[in-house]
């Protein structure tokens, strides 16, 4: 795959469609490579006569790497002792410099959990490059909000796999308690994916730290109410991982934005949900082509 200089380290991404048709750019959930953006939805989208990217985020995928900064330890953080490895504005960041590699002064911006808030953080950052947002599974920073259900947490806080094999098993493991209980889980297809996942580019250190600075991010609530741009606000109402209060306290603090919440979804994008998410996301879009 390409990769492109962008904030002074290496980005990984892909393309579909036509690059004179109206860019899309998806971002990526904690840990997650930009093979976690079904490659069916990423087609089907270009076919809809959009440019669609997916990137690695930095320490993920083929992205740069962070593992000199170390696992950073939250009491020390929390001390002040050491200084987080990288912020979600940092991220965002990224994403604005991929998009100065290809070429683009805007695109519609497309964030999923973690991805979602770093999504956020761009259209509060790069306003006028953000053709439309939508924020999917995310919340605001606000700590009272959008928190994981106990058993949920224990899959985040999981120890690493060490193992091809210990990787897929933890991936079968948090699609049962994670995912969407109104769709059926395909254990072969999980199985397939997390394997895969594993076979590009395994790295648990990287989760860390992106986890770091989800932890350590501001509340944008005050500053979402700047955010200009149409807003679509994707939750589903079984999340155990970001509660559906996230969604709804996302949706409240934008002007305009749109809420939709779906029965039956869990935290993940499953294939049986894919053609109504592309139908949501491509009519959103065309508010601003």
Known sequence: MPTASANELMIEYETFGDANCAPVLLIAGLGDQLTAWDEDLCRALARDDFYVIRYDNRDAGGST????????DVAELLAGTVALPY????????????????????AHVVGVSMGAMIAQTFAI???????TLTSIMGSTGDPRIGQPH??????????????RDEAIAQGVTASRVLGSPGFPLDEGLTRDQAGAAYDRAFHPSGEVRQMAAIIFQED???KLAEVSAATLVIHGEAD???D???????????????????????????????DELVTDLGQHFRQRV
């Open 65 to 72: 790497w962070f593992d000199d900064a170390g696992e950073p």
């Open 87 to 106: 912020s979600m504005a940092d991220m965002a960041t990224d994403a604005a410099r991929l998009l100065d590699a290809l070429g683009l002064a805007s």
């Open 125 to 131: 950052s790069y306003s006028e490059r953000t053709r």
């Open 150 to 163: 106990p058993d949920a947490l224990g899959i985040l806080l999981a120890p690493a796999p060490t193992t």
């Open 220 to 222: 944008r609530t005050a």
């Open 240 to 242: 155990r991982l970001v």
């Open 244 to 274: 559906p209060s996230g969604g709804e306290a996302t949706a409240a603090a934008i002007p305009g934005a749109r809420l939709k919440l779906v029965a039956g979804l869990g935290h993940d994008l499953p294939s049986g949900y894919l």
